[in-house]
């Protein structure tokens, strides 16, 4: 079993419809969550970060945390065809694990015209 | 009020040879780390440094590779005689003093071994 599991997609949605992008993970030492953006070729763009239960919302995106499913997930509101990307999850557990960060593969999302 | 850098963007070496990564943390951030992201693949965590210190390398191969993080000046990830299977996008990533900060990642190195 994957440490950070993600469906590889392409997940494909027209513009203007909600994105949703999950996330599970197996380590329940796992306290802090995080959800980069990737475009081809380019580094990895931190556009949210959640570590405790419920949702967190930053202009057209949520995060949402649920610890006791081990599920974590995005949704970007209104897509544009600039959401095309590669979203990354990473988990991090402070305790035993230092600071590194383990991500999933990432989700391909596709936003239509 | 510059991000993370990172240079060369693209490093060409042959077999045998030996690459020299360098990375600028964000001012102020006195926590790097490395990434590799190997082709079709996530991003692996390598290492953990702070200034003069090794804090976690629990991802870096055995053999071959090495980084520092110098009092002064850009932490170095080293990589001698490298292989095909060593072509990759080697990312740095800084955060602040502390363990509950975010990481912000630089633009990469994409290293090709001929």
Known sequence: ???VEQNSGPLSVPEGAIASLNCTYSDRGSQSFF?????SGKSP?????IYS???K???RFTAQLNKASQYVSLLIRDSQPSDSATYLCAVRRLTGGGNKLTFGTGTQLKVEL | NAGVMQNPRHLVRRRGQEARL????VKGHSHVYWYRQLPEEGLKFMVYLQKENIID???MPKERFSAEFPKEGPSILRIQQVVR???AAYFCASSPQGLTYEQYFGPGTRLTVT
Do not use: A, H, T, V
């Open chain 1, 1 to 3: 079993q994957k440490e």
């Open chain 1, 35 to 39: 959800w980069y953006r990737q475009y």
């Open chain 1, 45 to 49: 763009e931190l556009i949210m970060s």
């Open chain 1, 53 to 55: 239960n419920g949702d």
């Open chain 1, 57 to 59: 919302e930053d202009g």
């Open chain 2, 22 to 25: 360098r990375c600028s943390p």
């Open chain 2, 57 to 59: 390398e629990s991802g």
């Open chain 2, 85 to 87: 299977g060593d072509s």
